[in-house]
């Protein structure tokens, strides 16, 4: 080997995050095969252990995106850009799933954006709560060690002059926004801490009887957990003693004023006393009772109403009560076979609904859709081609995966609409009846089918209930062209009545159902698949085809949502509830229509 001097300048260019370019410079004289090699290894370690830098630090952080929007509860316009938090101070509140304090941030709204960013360890699941008001001594403090249960309470100033002082965010039942550290984008709904109290007046009374104020007698001075659902609130036993006050609110001009929110027994409630004026009697007290078994449960953003009512000789009766605030949507899923926005939106007016959850979007124009003064939201649906929702209401929110939007329906309802098309092959019907389709063989194996198509529709599925998992709203649906039946569907019944060769559990469908959308709009109203099929493929048959039902709106079941119609949209009465003629889809359309009750 040659001795010689030897001289090697090595620049090592790659980088990890802002860190300054590596640079190795090294002279040797002897043995230079040797020191090469040594200085090659030294090199790629150097590098490898650069990569293996970058790489753990992007496995370890995900940032999480929080966009921010506002609930109608109290004097709040339906879109998040209606009001102004320029200006406000918030803080964010983390905790582990068991609730254990792990860290706060704080900082002032600059601008209109909305939208925050949190930065935190992947594969974990955190709870979040927010807090932005006008003045940061409203805010309580944590230490180390201390866990959601222990936090002080948070009140605006009594009496309340401005409901907007302090808002909170919506969470779940126990009232922590729960989120998995999967996921990029959350959408958080913000409600003022104050409770709307409407005082309204029955034709029977006198309409110039004047209510001056209203005294809450016995009632909450801090509450903490006031955004905890009314029905769970019993469910905690960590809550601290309620700290209870009497204080007096003037009415403004619209005959409204605002409390602090109280959770009350059953048998248990707020007792008010109003100041009224008539022009027979002057001024005076009069009570309001609390009915046997009804409890106030008047939680952060919600209203809560006082009727005035008068008897036959004239006494006047007040009394607290709740209204139901139902809302209705109208929404229909289609695929539309790539046809022209002007086709879809003839069909859109035709069909009447609030919203339209499409698949094979490829020809339609967004720009066109929202000259119409519609909204649109579109996906790309993993590859499976370009999937949109059109709607009537403006969207106040989208969904961490982009299945989603959030569509406020007004009285304080928010429901999250999810569109999504399943891969058009393997095609289990086919399998399973004999047809070769897509390069996947006929047969006889349920297992194997069942097997093969779950796994292509697996991603999907899990990118779903992800979203499913940040929904901020019990009002959830997912509407689409499954390329799938239903599990509920390919039944014993319906292999004895020859429209199914075999038993099936779908995979697709049961997966969504064990990860809790356990409705099946169509389903609920005719529970029976041999007698209602609900067909909806294909209109256009071949000679080797069969028919099934691939097209579905799921949803969320929960004691306030119901279905109140659920039809099949297609070319003439024997197929369908809805008949349009001139069918111009490959696909049956379903149009469906909830009451939601918050």
């Known amino acids: 080997m040659v001795n010689m001097v030897f001289l090697i300048v090595v620049s090592a260019r790659k980088k990890v995050g802002n860190e300054n370019n590596v640079q190795i410079t090294v002279i040797m004289k002897k043995n230079t095969f040797c020191w090469v090699l040594l200085l090659l290894a030294i090199l790629l370690s150097a590098c490898g252990k650069e990569e293996t830098v970058r790489q753990t630090v992007e496995r370890e952080l995900r940032e999480i995106s929080f966009n921010l929007n506002s609930d109608v509860g109290i004097a709040l316009s339906p879109t998040r850009n209606a009001i102004s938090l320029s200006g406000m101070q918030w803080k ?28 935190v360890p992947k594969g974990q699941v955190f709870r979040f709560l927010f807090l932005f008001a006008t003045d940061v001594e409203m805010f309580p403090a944590l230490n180390t060690g201390d866990t959601y249960w222990d936090m002080a309470a948070y009140s605006p100033s009594l009496p309340l ?36 109290v409407v005082i309204q007046k029955d034709e029977s009374v006198n309409p110039e009887l004047l209510v001056n104020t209203v005294t809450f007698q016995n009632a909450a001075i801090s509450i903490p957990y ?26 403004l001009a619209d005959g409204t004023c605002y409390m602090l929110p109280d959770m009350c027994a059953s048998s248990f409630g707020t007792n008010a006393l109003l100041q009224v004026t008539d022009p027979i009697s002057g001024t005076y007290e009069l009570p309001v009772s609390v009915p046997v078994g009804v409890a106030l449960n008047a939680g952060a953003g919600k209203i809560y109403y006082i009727d005035i009512t008068a008897d036959e000789e004239g006494k ?52 066109e859709i929202q000259a119409q003064g519609l ?65 996947y063989p006929a047969t006889t194996d349920v297992d194997y089918v069942v097997k093969v198509n779950g796994e292509v529709r697996k991603e999907m599925v899990d990118k779903l209930l992800e979203d499913v998992a940040s929904a901020t709203t019990p009002f959830i649906s997912i ?83 119901s279905v109140k119609s659920c039809q099949i949209i297609g070319e003439d009465n024997a197929t369908s509830d809805i008949v349009l003629p001139s069918w111009k889809f490959d696909h049956r359309g379903l149009r469906t229509e909830f009451v939601y009750t918050k």
């Open 92 to 119: 964010l509140f983390c905790f582990d799933d068991e609730y254990r304090y792990l860290f706060e941030k704080t900082g002032t709204v600059e601008d209109s954006s909305g939208n925050l960013q949190v930065s």
């Open 161 to 196: 002059t401005d409901p907007m002082n302090l808002l909170i965010s919506k969470g779940e039942v126990d009232g922590t926004i729960r989120v998995a550290a999967s996921v990029s984008t959350v959408a958080v709904t913000l409600v003022p801490r104050a409770v709307k």
């Open 226 to 251: 006031a955004q905890i659902e009314p029905r769970c609130y019993d469910e905690y036993p960590e809550l601290p003693d309620i700290q209870r006050s009497t204080y007096q609110q003037t009415l």
């Open 316 to 367: 006047l009766n007040a009394t607290w009560v709740t209204h139901a605030s139902p809302a209705t949507l109208r929404l229909a899923t289609q695929n539309l076979w790539g046809k022209s926005t002007s086709i879809v939106l003839d069909y859109f007016n035709q069909i009447d609904v609030d919203v339209l959850c499409a698949q094979e979007c490829s020809s339609l124009s967004d720009a």
């Open 375 to 439: 909204y649109v939201h579109s996906h790309t649906n993993n590859g499976q081609g370009r999937c949109s929702i059109i709607s009537r209401y403006p969207f106040t929110g989208v969904t961490p995966n982009g299945y989603g939007v959030y569509i406020d329906l007004g009285e304080g309802i928010t429901a999250l609409v999810m569109d999504c098309h399943g891969a058009y092959k393997p095609y289990g019907p086919y399998q399973l009846n004999g047809i070769d389709y897509g390069g």
């Open 479 to 561: 509407s689409g062209d499954f390329n799938e039946p239903s599990w509920l569907d390919w039944t014993e019944e319906a292999v004895k009545a020859g429209l199914a060769p075999y038993v099936v559990q779908w995979p697709t469908t049961l997966a969504l159902w064990e990860g809790g959308i356990k409705g099946d709009a169509y389903r609920t109203l005719h529970p029976n698949p041999v007698t209602d099929p609900g067909y909806t493929w294909t209109p256009f048959p071949s000679t080797q085809d069969t028919k099934d039902r691939l097209d579905m709106t799921l949803y969320m079941v929960s004691p306030n949502t």
